[in-house]
């Protein structure tokens, strides 16, 4: 086993609008009448959307939860009045029932969705909300090609024990779920067309999430490398940047909103 590896705020940020948008697409569903007063924002990193939601419900507790250091370390330079909360989301236990919960491309990283999703609706209030993106990584193309490169080079026994993000639950079964407590349920999928621009464009956005377990099982500095290399030129193949300079990266993410009876 490894450590937990570590977040970089400076790497996640390099897409920061690509990434953002589906956090603010998501924020738009939240309905319109919920008066939160206790909002928590699970796996908040940087602080943007727990910010954003501080001032827009100015009279409500606003906690950011996140377990980097770095992450909380950049939200808390931030001039917002939120509790900055250094924690595992599968340890979290709300001292109060909770208004709003917002999981923005946090959730994936968790395992056992079934009974997270039970233990997240138990902790709404009344008429609370529960707002969760994730991505739908496990089914891309470039992730694919992550597992399909760390396991055929010299690093495969390195990377054999790495927990790569697993398949998402059904829509349909993340429903019958949400149904056991909740009286709204809106649940949709979304294919963004991220177009980037750079060298290596779609490595450089793996960096940031999804690499991050596989860099952090390779100490070695040039086994590292090797395997950035390796994978760069699959991914080169995979998506060509375009004449123009842009490489089009779809991405699929889920989206769950659900209201508590």
Not at 182 to 203: K, Q, R
Not at 230 to 251: H, I, K, M, Q, S
Request: with cysteine.
């Amino acid at each position: 086993m490894t450590d937990a590896p570590l977040w970089d705020p400076r790497q996640y940020s390099r897409f920061e609008a690509e990434r953002d948008r589906a956090a603010l697409d998501l924020l738009l569903r939240v309905p319109a009448d919920l008066d939160p007063s206790e909002i928590w924002d699970l796996g908040c990193g940087t602080g943007q959307h727990a910010a954003l939601l501080k001032r827009r419900h100015p009279g409500a507790v606003v906690h950011g939860l996140d377990s980097s250091p770095e992450m909380l370390a950049r939200a808390r330079a931030r001039a917002a009045e939120v509790d900055w909360v250094q924690g595992d989301i599968a340890a979290w236990a709300p001292a109060t029932p909770v208004d709003l919960i917002l999981a923005n491309a946090s959730l994936h990283w968790l395992p056992d969705h079934a009974a997270l999703l039970r233990r997240l609706t138990a902790a709404l209030n009344t008429n609370g909300v529960l707002a969760i993106q994730m991505p739908m990584a496990h089914e891309t193309r470039h992730h694919s090609l992550i597992r399909t490169v760390a396991a055929e080079g010299p690093w495969a026994a390195s990377l054999a024990e790495v927990e790569s993000i697993a398949p998402l639950l059904m829509p349909e079964a993340c429903y019958t779920i949400l149904a056991e407590r909740c009286e709204e349920v809106d649940i949709w999928a979304t294919t963004y067309l991220h177009a980037l621009t750079g060298s290596d464009a779609v490595l450089e956005w793996l960096k940031g999430t999804g690499l991050r377990p596989y860099l952090a099982a390779l100490a070695e500095p040039s086994m590292q490398a090797a395997f950035l290399s390796a994978l760069g030129r699959r991914l080169d193949e995979a998506f060509p940047p375009r004449t123009d300079g842009v490489t089009l990266l779809p991405f699929p993410r889920l989206f769950l909103v659900a209201r508590r009876r």
